[in-house]
């Protein structure tokens, strides 16, 4: 096995896992897993070992997802305790959602979060 391929075997998963609870977002978080080995490859002569090769790792990854954020010109991510002060107690959620809590093993809190991000995304997708 080459070099790269160690690295990204042994790093990848740590890195999409930092990314994942960055993003909030699982498909956003792969996409940014894979252009950070790229642009890690393309750099490894600046890394100088002052840290450790997955703190230098999820650097690159954090600055790649701000670069997505100015990219879309998204607006920074509200926190959870004002997610949930935005979702009405009883917003007519449909029914099927809460099989969702069921099946992935969440809270219906996580639930209704999920069901409001999708909806604004959804409105500002709308709106371009």
């Not at 009883?90 to 069901?115: C, Q």
Request: glycine share 4%; proline share 4%; aromatic share 12%.
């Amino acid at each position: 096995m080459e070099p790269v391929d160690e690295i990204y075997q042994q790093y990848a998963d740590e890195v999409k896992r930092f990314l994942v609870c960055l993003t909030g977002d699982p498909d956003l978080a792969e996409e940014l897993t894979q252009e950070t080995f790229y642009q890690a490859i393309r750099s490894i002569r600046r890394y100088n070992g002052a840290c450790k090769l997955s703190v230098w790792l999820c650097q690159i990854a954090k600055h790649l997802y701000y670069d997505h954020l100015k990219h879309q010109k998204r607006h920074p991510m509200l926190s959870m305790e004002e997610l949930e002060r935005a979702v009405p107690e009883n917003d007519g959620m449909p029914e099927i959602f809460r099989e969702f809590v069921e099946i992935f093993g969440r809270t219906e809190n996580w639930a209704r979060v999920t069901y409001y991000r999708a909806k604004v995304m959804l409105a500002e997708r709308l709106e371009e």
